[in-house]
């Protein structure tokens, strides 16, 4: 049985040298995936640096399932072409939310995530106590394409955050 822990709040913020898929660019958008949830960005047209700065919410429950990212180039006609994906392993980040943050000083480094074989991380990634939540600022290097990365900020609502108790 799965007990719920939070909601994972992910802001897609851009793209960053994503990869053509037409001849004018391409018109990309991203779905995120844990577990059986996916949500999705809207479409950025004629734009190989898009910026959505949209947040998605997902619910994290444990088991703790890795965050999926899928990144199409919408077409009209045709089926949508891959742009790369990418995986992070989120297990350091809900592991920080069950510690103790309360008394720590804002802006506080909590712990740090490095690139490794069960993540897709372009660089090391802090992950910080920040106005009362634990939060983290990522880049991504999408993997099967040949260019590409996105930088999200993933934080983290209690519960009692998310239905304003």
Request: hydrophobic share 40%; with cysteine; aromatic share 4%.
């Amino acid at each position: 049985m799965e007990h719920l822990l939070g909601l994972l709040k992910v802001k897609v913020e851009k793209g960053v040298n994503l990869a053509y898929r037409d001849a004018n660019g391409s018109d990309p958008y991203v779905i995120v995936r844990m577990g059986s949830q996916k949500l999705r960005t809207s479409v950025k047209k004629n734009n190989v640096n898009p910026v959505w700065n949209e947040d998605l919410t997902l619910t994290v429950s444990d088991p703790i399932h890795p965050l999926k990212l899928q990144v199409f180039d919408k077409d009209t006609f045709t089926r949508d072409d891959k742009m790369g994906d990418a995986e992070i392993d989120i297990h350091p980040f809900v592991a920080a939310t069950k510690m103790n943050l309360s008394n720590i000083p804002n802006g506080t480094v909590i712990s740090t995530m490095k690139p490794n074989r069960h993540n897709c991380l372009a660089d090391e990634s802090a992950i910080v106590w920040r106005d009362g939540t634990v939060v983290q600022d990522i880049i991504v290097r999408l993997k099967n394409v040949e260019s590409g990365e996105l930088e999200l900020q993933l934080s983290w609502l209690n519960i009692s955050q998310a239905s304003g108790s």
